[in-house]
């Protein structure tokens, strides 16, 4: 089974400053990609950035970025140079590969509300 | 494309009535996921199937929930009697499996009011 812990409801953080996301997941698999998605108070959930576990270079996406510790199942999301359009709900993310015939099972965190403040 | 369709964008009904929200996956697309969203609880994955075929749905609160995909373009999640506490976002999301790889695109979401 996978879960997908994220210990931090809320954060705010000034216009043009960095914030870091902490999520930590659980999982038996080998096999298995992690995600950052956004939520915007639109409700849409767009992709933010990906990262497979079998690569140890962290993924990075314009201003977005992972620091990814397999060893310790920690996959955090930094936004650096936060602009107001980022303010959103972020949603991390496990996927693992169950079978050809049963597809992938995709597990999300609780969340965390961030807050771009002018 | 259009993306994956959600229908009823919003829904409010009284408790003890039958509800049926509905999803249009992306064309193409052959595992779909249901999700609800709650305050409370975040993202929850109620179920979802690969080729149609429902794969888990240890997720369904109860069986109250039920969920069917009668062909590649449709899918519904219907609660039956519905209850206050199943107020939520709930979200329908698809993707064309490509192995762990795989990025999965969200419709907007039903909110579900149970009064």
């Known amino acids: 089974a996978q879960t997908v812990t994220q210990s931090q409801p809320e954060m705010s953080v000034q216009e043009a400053e960095t914030v870091t996301l902490s999520c930590t997941y659980d999982?038996?698999?080998?096999?298995?990609?992690l995600f950052w998605y956004k939520q915007p108070p639109s409700r849409q959930m767009i992709l933010v950035i990906r990262?497979?576990?079998?690569?140890?270079q962290n993924a990075t996406e314009n201003r977005f970025s992972v620091n990814f510790q397999k060893a310790a199942k920690s996959f955090s999301l930094k936004i650096s140079d936060s602009q107001l359009g980022d303010t959103a709900m972020y949603f991390c993310?496990?996927?693992?590969?169950?079978?050809?015939?049963?597809?992938?099972?995709?597990?999300f965190g609780g969340g965390t509300r961030v807050l771009v403040k002018p | 494309d259009a993306g994956v369709i959600q229908s009823p964008r919003h829904e409010v009904t009284e408790m003890g009535q039958e509800v049926t929200l509905r999803c249009k996956p992306i064309?193409?697309?052959?595992?779909l996921f249901w999700y609800r969203q709650t305050m409370m609880r975040g993202l929850e994955l109620l179920i979802y199937?690969?080729?149609?075929?429902?794969?888990?749905d240890s997720g369904m609160p109860e069986d109250r929930f039920s969920a069917k995909m009668p062909n590649a373009s449709f899918s519904t999640l219907k609660i039956q009697p519905s209850e206050p506490r199943d107020s939520a976002v709930y979200f329908c999301?698809?993707?064309?499996?490509?192995?762990?790889?795989?990025?999965?695109?969200f419709g907007q979401g039903t909110r579900l009011t149970v009064v």
């Open positions: 064309s193409g697309h052959n595992s």
């Open positions: 199937f690969n080729n149609n075929v429902p794969i888990d």
């Open positions: 990262q497979e576990a079998y690569k140890q």
């Open positions: 993310a496990s996927s693992s590969y169950v079978s050809k015939a049963a597809g992938n099972k995709l597990t």
């Open positions: 999982t038996s698999e080998n096999n298995y990609y």
């Open positions: 999301a698809s993707s064309f499996w490509q192995g762990a790889n795989t990025e999965a695109f």
